[in-house]
């Protein structure tokens, strides 16, 4: 009997503890979720929509900010439009290709590696601080202006490693003579707390002519191609054959009502 009592208060003590473990563990579990950064939550970037030019950003290279360019190619062009009204443009020809490693933070050689044969390009970067979990995206699109021999590409470089995102031949999504990838997206989700860089890049390969042109945004733009405003000659002769056949039709209705 008296053990049975002992064993039953021993008992009672025993789910007394299990509730204040219980009670701790919700405590705990609340305040970790608490102060847990929400899911796929964008990290601060300065100015990321460029609707304030190129600040927070820096630059190498021809580099500027736009509300709408038209890069003409061999077959036409694209005009490129922002998200609201300021996007980046990068266009390839300026900088050296070991001044754009020096730029971008990169070991001499690392974009050779990436991107074979490049002689010179732009580049755009920015630093910022972030946790562990959020994301970051930017909308690019690229343009050639050059065509296949020659692979003029585009690239991103998070924190010292160099990713290709378009060329015209040779990695990420290749274009072709005078393509253009139209506004494609590029997300990146910080591995933990910490300061990170982010930039892009574009580059002319083999020589340094008919530069590739790159937009970025937060948001895509528009892509469309350029339409000629200058009629070709088939277009004159239509336009007079139809002409013609209307002064032929004027011409019966008048002699139907005469
Ligand atoms: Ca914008
Ligand atoms: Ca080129």
Same mark, same amino acid.
């Given at each position: 009997?008296?053990?049975?009592?002992?064993?039953?208060?021993?008992?009672?003590?025993?789910?007394?503890?299990?509730?204040?473990?219980?009670?701790?563990?919700?405590?705990?579990?609340?305040?970790?979720?608490?102060?847990?950064?929400?899911?796929?939550?964008?990290?601060?970037?300065?100015?990321?929509?460029?609707?304030?030019?190129?600040?927070?950003?820096?630059?190498?290279?021809?580099?500027?900010?736009?509300?709408?360019?038209?890069?003409?190619? @061999?077959?036409?062009?694209?005009?490129?439009?922002?998200?609201?009204?300021?996007?980046?443009?990068?266009?390839?020809?300026?900088?050296?290709?070991?001044?754009?490693?020096?730029?971008?933070?990169?070991?001499?050689?690392?974009?050779?590696?990436?991107?074979?044969?490049?002689?010179?390009?732009?580049?755009?970067?920015?630093?910022?601080?972030?946790?562990?979990?959020?994301?970051?995206?930017?909308?690019?699109?690229?343009?050639?202006?050059?065509?296949?021999?020659?692979?003029?590409?585009?690239?991103?470089?998070?924190? @010292?490693?160099?990713?290709?995102?378009?060329?015209?031949?040779?990695?990420?999504?290749?274009?072709?003579?005078?393509?253009?990838? @139209?506004?494609?997206?590029?997300?990146?989700?910080?591995?933990?707390? @910490?300061?990170?860089?982010?930039?892009?890049?574009?580059?002319?390969?083999?020589?340094?002519?008919?530069?590739?042109?790159?937009?970025?945004?937060?948001?895509?733009?528009?892509?469309?191609?350029?339409?000629?405003?200058?009629?070709?000659?088939?277009?004159?002769?239509?336009?007079?054959?139809?002409?013609?056949?209307?002064?032929?039709?004027?011409?019966?209705?008048?002699?139907?009502?005469?």
């Amino acid at each position: 009997m008296l053990e049975n009592n002992g064993e039953s208060n021993f008992t009672t003590q025993e789910v007394k503890v299990k509730n204040r473990m219980a009670l701790a563990l919700t405590i705990i579990s609340s305040v970790v979720v608490f102060h847990a950064p929400a899911y796929a939550s964008p990290a601060a970037l300065a100015n990321q929509a460029y609707e304030s030019g190129l600040d927070g950003w820096t630059s190498s290279g021809d580099v500027t900010a736009t509300s709408e360019s038209a890069v003409t190619t @061999g077959a036409g062009g694209w005009i490129i439009a922002a998200h609201q009204s300021q996007m980046a443009q990068l266009n390839s020809g300026s900088t050296d290709a070991q001044s754009l490693d020096t730029f971008f933070g990169l070991q001499a050689g690392a974009l050779e590696a990436a991107v074979f044969d490049v002689t010179n390009g732009a580049g755009i970067q920015q630093t910022f601080t972030g946790l562990a979990g959020e994301t970051v995206t930017q909308y690019w699109d690229f343009v050639s202006r050059d065509y296949t021999g020659f692979n003029d590409s585009a690239f991103v470089v998070v924190n @010292g490693a160099v990713t290709v995102l378009a060329s015209i031949e040779n990695g990420g999504i290749e274009v072709g003579s005078y393509g253009h990838t @139209g506004w494609q997206s590029f997300t990146y989700t910080l591995p933990t707390n @910490g300061t990170y860089t982010l930039g892009f890049g574009v580059v002319n390969t083999k020589d340094t002519i008919l530069d590739g042109a790159l937009f970025l945004d937060n948001q895509p733009g528009d892509t469309r191609p350029i339409i000629s405003a200058i009629p070709e000659p088939e277009t004159y002769a239509l336009l007079i054959a139809g002409l013609a056949l209307l002064g032929f039709v004027a011409k019966r209705k008048r002699s139907f009502a005469a």
